[in-house]
């Protein structure tokens, strides 16, 4: 969850560009839908056959001025990266890889935030495909359906220290499982997609459409009052008011507690025989 600073490294090539696909068709989907709208997440799109990591292109392209909403998207990532060092491997034509460029008005130390945000946005989209079957949230930013993972999210920054706006980027990178029927046997008994849950294909240019205009909503939601995005979170999150363990990455301790919601930026209020303390990193576990 929390927004790494990482340097800037060489633009990494794909193999093929493509200007079709659930990328593009989501954004004339919402252009239709939404006829006038001045949307911005997505508005400017750069898809992908292949790529190494789809946050590595996002950085890249804000680095060179990329708009806030700007999306890379791609139908394979060979690298793809999660929190705490652990691989994002999908499947071409089958789920949804892509990140988004944001340029926050948010203080630095408040961008964990967006992460917030951002599980709301995709755990109602996701909702509205697999009802009655529903999502809820795993902290920081697990999604999740019979508590299996079908959603997970990696966010990195750029220019944290930069005075100017216009010169800090956050890179949220998004996937989600959406019509995968099988997953490697180290992960099987953890993951999910929508197909699974629901038995059902789901239409990914639509999912996708739904994504951005409820990430939208939400990240304009937050910056006009936190505390009610917090809320939303909340009602979503998964063991809350349950006994948990929060396991620390390179196995460097843990602690336990009773989870007790969200900080003011959003971290982990874990109530403790210490008293109420706040996290902002590690992996939550059932007490």
Known sequence: MNARERPMRPMVTSL???????????????????????????????????????????????????PNGAVVYAELQTKGRGRMGRAWSARSGLNLTFSVILRPVLAPDRWNLITIAACVAASEAVDSFTAPVCTQIKWPNDILIDERKCCGMLLESAGAG?????????????GINVNEDTFPTDIEPQATSLLLATGRTI?????????????????????????????????????????????????????????????????????????????????????
């Not at 930069?162 to 998004?174: E, P």
């Not at 209020?269 to 008293?275: F, I, K, S």
């Open 162 to 174: 930069q005075a100017s706006h216009a010169s800090r980027a956050v890179i949220l990178g998004i």
């Open 16 to 66: 093929r560009e493509i200007t079709g696909g659930p990328a593009h068709e989501a954004r004339r989907l919402l252009d239709t839908q939404y006829a006038g709208r001045q949307g911005y997440i997505g508005k400017e799109i750069r898809a992908y056959d292949t790529v190494t990591s789809t946050n590595d292109l996002a950085l890249d392209w804000a680095t060179a001025g990329a």
């Open 203 to 287: 239409h990914r240019a639509h999912l996708l459409a739904a994504v951005f205009d409820r990430l939208e909503q939400a990240l304009d939601r937050l910056e006009e009052d936190a505390v009610a995005v917090g809320k939303r979170y909340m009602r979503r999150m998964y063991n809350l008011n349950a006994p948990a363990e929060l396991r620390f990455a390179h196995g460097s301790g843990s602690v336990q507690g009773i989870v007790a919601g969200l900080g003011e930026t959003g971290g982990l209020l874990l109530a403790t025989d210490e008293g109420m303390r706040t996290f902002h990193a590690g992996e939550v576990t059932t007490g």
